[in-house]
């Protein structure tokens, strides 16, 4: 593998994409604005004029966007990676996406003659530029073993998960359990803040008891200025709740809990939260008590 394409430079892609990079592989980079691209070109990397071209030109491509809907058009859509794939090059789709996204796309793929990993990743900004994610992989083995040591430079653990399919199921597992962690960490400060209790006093003893957790630790802060840069947007944790939510209505499972904390990130994208840090949700937790 000597040639890397990455597609996608938001909060995630620009990072990750920096450190393979940083890591000596030849880089060519496209996103749909080409301005967020500027830092990486200066720092080395080639423009690519479109999905199809890194597709044709690189040995792997790696793709990091925001939704399914931004997965399929930059697949299917005109100049995408269905139209440039071929020869046993490879594409690698590390967005946050459903199973029956992730399939369809592996299968266009390796009908146009490549071969295709999902790969999406737990962690946020801060992980993404550190190159500590995990990275849970599913699809072509022999394309999982080749890009091994690029996966060691954006993460500290990547996994191998089988069938495509499993990896986009892992991570909309991950992150359930994610999203009701913050829902419960938010009522548990506001009922604290309700009564009068010091918050910093409460972060302290999460911290050091059993509950000590890095999201806990990196958000609590995030609560007490109430001011939410965004590392992990809330839109997108709404968005992959809604996904587990399909994913356990397909397997007859129920989430009742996951249903109400669907509900608390719902209003909160209703109150303009959206493009906020996921942690934003203590705005809309803290006033229900008002």
């Given at each position: 593998m000597k040639k890397v394409g990455f597609i996608g430079a938001g909060i995630m892609g620009r990072p990750m994409a920096a450190n393979l990079l940083k890591g000596g592989l030849e880089l060519y980079v496209w996103n749909r604005t080409r301005d967020k691209c500027?830092?990486?070109?200066a720092?080395?990397?080639?423009?690519?004029?479109?999905?199809?071209?890194?597709a044709r030109e690189c040995d792997v491509t790696f793709s990091m966007l925001a939704d399914p809907a931004a997965s399929v058009d930059v697949c299917f859509g005109l100049d995408g990676v269905v139209t440039g794939i071929g020869e046993g090059?490879?594409?690698?789709?590390?967005?946050?996406?459903?199973p029956g996204t992730a399939r369809r796309i592996a299968d266009a793929v390796t009908k146009a003659g490549g071969r295709f990993?999902?790969?999406?990743v737990s962690g946020s900004k801060k992980p993404a530029e550190e190159g500590t994610l995990i990275i849970m992989a599913a699809g072509d083995r022999s394309l999982y073993d080749e890009v091994e040591k690029a996966f060691g430079m954006m993460g500290k653990m990547s996994l191998y998960l089988g069938e495509v399919g499993r990896g986009a199921?892992?991570?909309?597992?991950v992150n359930l359990?994610?999203?009701?962690?913050?829902?419960?960490f938010c009522e548990g400060l506001a009922l604290a803040s309700r009564i009068g209790l010091d918050l910093r006093d409460m972060?302290?003893?999460?911290?050091?008891?059993?509950?000590?957790?890095?999201?806990?630790?990196?958000?609590?802060?995030?609560v007490l200025s109430n001011d939410f840069p965004v590392a992990f947007p809330l839109k997108h944790m709404q968005k992959d709740l809604r996904l587990a939510l399909l994913l356990a209505d397909e397997a007859g499972q129920s989430l009742p809990a996951t249903a109400v904390v669907n509900e608390l990130f719902k209003k909160a994208r209703g109150q303009n939260l959206g493009d906020l840090d996921f942690a934003a949700l203590w705005r809309v937790t803290k006033e229900s008590g008002h």
């Open positions: 500027n830092d990486l070109i720092a080395g990397a080639k423009w690519g004029e479109s999905p199809a071209f890194l090059r490879g594409y690698i789709e590390m967005s946050t996406i459903d990993l999902e790969a999406p199921q892992m991570k909309l597992c359990v994610m999203g009701g962690m913050m829902a419960a972060l302290n003893i999460l911290d050091a008891g059993a509950m000590s957790n890095p999201m806990f630790r990196m958000k609590g802060g995030l």
